[in-house]
């Protein structure tokens, strides 16, 4: 059945690698009062990406602090079935790996859904969006990288509202309820072609933490229609 309409409002996700993390608690709350949905928490290993970032006991934290927050692990991580059930024993609600990561695609997703998460599976600009289609109906969302992982403030690539347009009708043309987030260089110029090619959740990291008024550009963002 098409989805003639799509009915899901545009959903903001505040990538805080780009917050002063010095500040970490005070930052997330800063985005929240702003008005962002999600906080994204990407978690770099410096193997699967040349970057290390946080581990489990920093979400633990920061979900201590914030309890109420909806947090959108993103797992930039060799190995990704061994350390998910920590961030979701930390507070994770959504724990995104990635497909490159893996070679059992499939039991990384029974194990975060086994630790009481929801399912994000990730692809990174070199892996056509073909791979990710035989688990659409097995994750709750899909993460496309609009930036090679690892860094944030990177420019956004300009094939990927293209990549989002053939992911979007893949998953109309199957009827599924399967969310697609973007990832990377989204900001008030390269959000409108997301959100035009039917993505539901954007992440912002240094567009949002640079924003000389986060909460007007978020209002803006929100007005996007799908
Ligand atoms: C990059 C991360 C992104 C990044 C987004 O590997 O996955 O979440 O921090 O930051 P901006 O929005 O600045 O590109
Ligand atoms: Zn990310």
Not at 32 to 53: E, Y
Not at 64 to 92: K, S, T
Not at 108 to 135: D, M, N
């Amino acid at each position: 059945m098409q989805t003639q309409f799509k009915t899901r409002p545009l959903k903001i996700s505040a990538s805080v690698l780009s917050a002063d993390l010095a500040h970490l608690a005070d930052q997330c709350r800063l985005v929240l009062d702003a008005g962002v949905d999600m906080l994204h928490i990407d978690v770099m290993d410096g193997h699967f990406v040349p970057n290390l970032t946080y581990g489990a006991p920093v979400l633990g934290c920061l979900h201590r602090a914030l309890p109420d927050a909806f947090y959108d692990v993103h797992l930039m991580i060799e190995e990704p079935d061994r350390y998910a059930p920590d961030y979701a024993a930390a507070g994770a609600d959504l724990i995104t790996f990635h497909l490159e990561a893996t070679r059992e695609p499939g039991a990384t997703i029974a194990a975060i859904r086994k630790a009481g998460c929801r399912v994000g599976v990730s692809i990174r600009p070199a892996t056509p969006v073909k791979r990710v289609f035989k688990y659409l109906g097995e994750v709750d969302l899909v993460l496309v990288m609009s930036v090679e992982p690892g860094f944030g403030g990177q420019p956004f690539l300009p094939e990927t509202p293209a990549r989002l347009a053939a992911l979007r009708a893949e998953i109309d043309r199957r009827g599924l309820p399967t969310m697609l987030e973007v990832d990377g260089g989204v900001n008030a110029r390269t959000a409108p072609l997301c959100a035009q090619a039917g993505a539901d959740v954007l992440v912002l990291g240094s567009a949002l933490y640079g924003a000389p008024d986060p909460a007007a550009l978020l209002a803006d963002l929100h007005a996007l229609q799908p």
